[in-house]
């Protein structure tokens, strides 16, 4: 009985081994598509740390030297803009400034010439009137003397011919100063009327 | 067989044989390890194209051709990247952050590429070697700046509390040094190994549709999708490599200062 036992605990234990090794077989057989395996590791592993290392010594420098100078420049070129910018400013507010003090200039030397012109044409129209003042003047004497010697003139040719006219009417002589006299005074009464 | 098409096996979809090298050695070199190569060669002459004295002078003119398209790269990992999330004193980073961005994209972009129509990121090796490699880097940045306090002031950052110490420095642990890099490592991933299996998918409707005679009208909309899926794929190359190299750039930040 216990003979028989031994023979089937035996058998029942080589059955179990021979279960395992064929589980572990076929474990073997079936891989795991997902899980990374050794040779592509390695060569992953080489070829990134040789592009790393080209990268660090050989590659970028020749990249970016070029890229620093370029952003170099624009950052001159950009100082230079903007000092040419501030120059021009300055420039501008100069001469903003020169044209503010050339148009105050101008300004007074306008009024100045203004008002030494006044002052000019007042001298000229105080003289031009003063002259004409004259002028008037001696026209007024000159109009009073041809218009005393006209009067003048005039009586004594009314007198004549009054006192000629009166003789020829009367057919005697007259006394030609006391009709001289009368006729002056008629003529200078009939002036003032 | 699913829906009548034959899909094929996932493992055909991303395990390469080698092209030398015996079968399952740790030194067998297949066609991931071949687009990584070209990703170095590649990053290599297209800076050296662009680096050439040809192209260089004169220096004030503004850049055409292939030192265009490096300058902007360059400017774009420089001011996109480092100035907005480290500041000036991370530029000293820009070659380690440069090629990440490079290496990424370039074995990104071999999904939509003629002949290869593999992402050599939608393998989990890649990567992991390169969230490995971040990993290390800004603990190294951290102990560089910071000593060896960097650990504790990682954990426990300065202004938290005492009492909270026992709740914030395992989340902290847990966070900064493991979910870090595996986040890193499994976006990128799955990111890629999604698009890598959508664009399968529907090649394989295009192929299948191709010989059903009744399914042939569908054709023109599979094959629509397949198109724009590709460029959407371009698109998720150029993003997946952006958010890989941005956030480790954010995180070699957070190791330069212990208030972060």
Redesign the interface.
Known sequence: MLASILVLAAEASTTAAELLDQAAGDAEAVKNPILPTVNEMLYAAIFFIALWTLMKFVLLPRITSVMDGRTDKIRDDLAAAEAAETERVAKLAQYEAGLAGARAEAVSIIEATRAEGDAERRTQITAAEAEVAAARAEAAAEIADAKARARSELTGSITDIAVGAAEAVIQMPLDRAAQGRIVEDYVNSSGKN | MIFGLEFPP??NL??WP?IF?PAD??????K??LI??I??VG??VL??V??RKKT?EP??NA?KGS?NL??SA??FIRDGIIIETIGPAGLRY???L??LF??ILITNIFEVIPFFHMP?NA????P???AL?TWAYFIAVGIKHQGLKYFWNSVAPPGVPKALLPLVVPIELLSTFIVRPFSLAVRL?ANMLAGHILLVTFSVLCITLWGASLLLVVLPFSFVMLVGLTGFEIMVAFLQAYIFTILASVYIGSSMHAEH
Not at chain 2, 123 to 126: E, H, L, N, Q, S
């Open positions: 996932i493992e991303v395990e080698n090298g050695s740790w030194y067998g070199f297949n991931i390890a990584n190569l990703a170095l990053t290599t800076f050296l662009a680096g260089l220096a004030t850049p030192r490096v300058e360059v400017a820009l070659p380690f440069a090629s490079f290496f050599g393998r989990m090796a890649g992991a070697v390169l490699l991933f």
